[in-house]
């Protein structure tokens, strides 16, 4: 383990729920001293997280997730060191959040029609105002006896054997990329998002390859020739053999390794900030990659 994460969700993320003096409590209270807020397609937490973590003593990295996709797979790219003051980002944000608001009676729909019958109006109270994402779904079905009889939702609900972390285990059985209620969304081509966060002066890279790519982990060498600069390695996904394969390619063609816990808060109860699966066999080439990023930031 390390004492980086580069890879933590904010309130500004839709799908998350701690605000950033919570996350720097929680990176003081693992021991974490440098880390990265990584949103989903915004970084409206990067003027407030800067000072913060100078403040606290923490070295922070500016970052973003971007939703993107290649060849018909939903992809996530970590962009790290961005311009964060570019109005390509707030165009961004607001082009996605569009796209997802607009989506919305269509996830409803797919849903209905998988089974599981849920108040429109009553999920967008719950997000009073933010993006009404999946696991917000998730949230107000389970949360509410109302929908309880439907023996779809057992296995959420606490004892069931998908109770363990419902809301995200919810939306990965229902709103992934393959399932009944998924919405597909015209994100950007991943080269764009490669174009956008090289034009803004970032890094790219590819965020839990293993996890978008699962049984075509070997597509991550076409997104490498298309100019993703670095690999998260290490994350809360990847199992010890997709470990070992990227962290052989990060090492055999010289790229970042990176390290991320995709903390979230209640929507992914089972992962904290600072906790990850690691293989110290590679510790010396991680740590080395964590201290490029790290001086790279003290000299912006």
């Not at 790290?80 to 003051?85: A, L, V």
């Not at 980002?89 to 997802?100: D, M, W």
């Not at 699962?214 to 600069?229: D, F, I, R, S, Y």
């Not at 290490?234 to 470990?243: K, L, R, S, V």
Request: charged share 25%; glycine share 6%.
């Amino acid at each position: 383990m390390t004492n980086a994460d580069l890879h933590v969700h904010s309130n500004y993320s839709s799908d998350a729920d701690f605000g950033v003096q919570e996350l720097i409590g929680r990176c003081r209270k693992h021991n974490i001293t440098i880390f990265s807020i990584t949103d989903h397609n915004s970084i409206s937490a990067t003027k407030e997280a800067i000072p913060a973590c100078l403040e606290a003593g923490i070295d922070f990295i500016p970052g973003i997730e971007i939703d993107c996709s290649y060849k018909g797979i939903d992809l996530h790219l970590l962009g790290y060191h961005i311009n964060w003051r570019s109005n390509d980002f707030t165009a961004l944000e607001h082009s996605v959040h569009k796209r997802i608001t607009d989506s919305f009676p269509e996830m409803i729909g797919n849903l209905d029609k998988a089974g599981i019958k849920v108040d429109e109006k009553e999920v967008l109270k719950r997000a009073n105002g933010a993006l009404p994402c999946a696991e917000m779904i998730a949230e107000v079905l389970i949360t509410n006896p109302a929908y309880h009889f439907n023996p779809k939702l057992q296995p959420y609900l606490k004892g069931g054997i998908r109770s363990d972390a419902p809301y995200i285990n919810f939306y990965l059985d229902f709103f992934a990329q393959g399932k009944p209620a998924y919405v597909k969304l015209k994100h950007m081509d991943f080269s764009e998002a490669i174009e956008l966060v090289k034009s803004n002066q970032g890094i790219p890279v590819i965020a839990h390859p293993g996890l978008n790519l699962k049984g075509q982990e070997a597509l991550v060498n076409e997104l490498l020739a298309k100019g993703a600069e670095g690999l998260e390695v290490f994350n809360n996904y990847h199992d010890a053999d997709q470990i070992d394969f990227f962290a052989t390619l990060a090492l055999k063609k010289s790229i970042l390794m990176t390290c991320g816990s995709d903390f979230h808060g209640k929507n992914k109860p089972l992962i904290d900030i600072g906790q990850y699966r690691f293989n110290k066999t590679y510790s010396d080439y991680l740590s080395k990659s964590i201290k490029q990023l790290a001086i790279r930031s003290k000299q912006k």
